[in-house]
């Protein structure tokens, strides 16, 4: 594992503590732009996406949805995958490998 920088080494979060502390990273991407959108993981589930009278929907690969996206550090290009966090989803900021 290569070492931070100044600029991405105090972003990582196995999980947000809150959705302040999300919001606090978020705002580093769009106020100073130290990190680069740089790609998306799509997910589609092989799980039903709802179950109603007896019938199963399923999504497709159009109805599929960024689940992580990555960025990039502008200072030293390590990659990192963004999930947000969504209802009791804490989400996490970690560095790709």
Known sequence: MRAS???CGQAERRAF???LDFEQLDRRF???PTFLKVGEVQAVPREPRFRLFGRIGWLT???AVPFHTLWKC???SQVWM???PD???RGFFLRVE
């Open 30 to 32: 769009r106020v100073a």
């Open 5 to 7: 920088c100044d600029n």
């Open 17 to 19: 503590a809150s959705n």
């Open 74 to 76: 502008t200072q030293c």
């Open 82 to 84: 963004l999930s947000e």
């Open 61 to 63: 690969q159009r109805e």
């Open 87 to 89: 209802m009791a989803w």
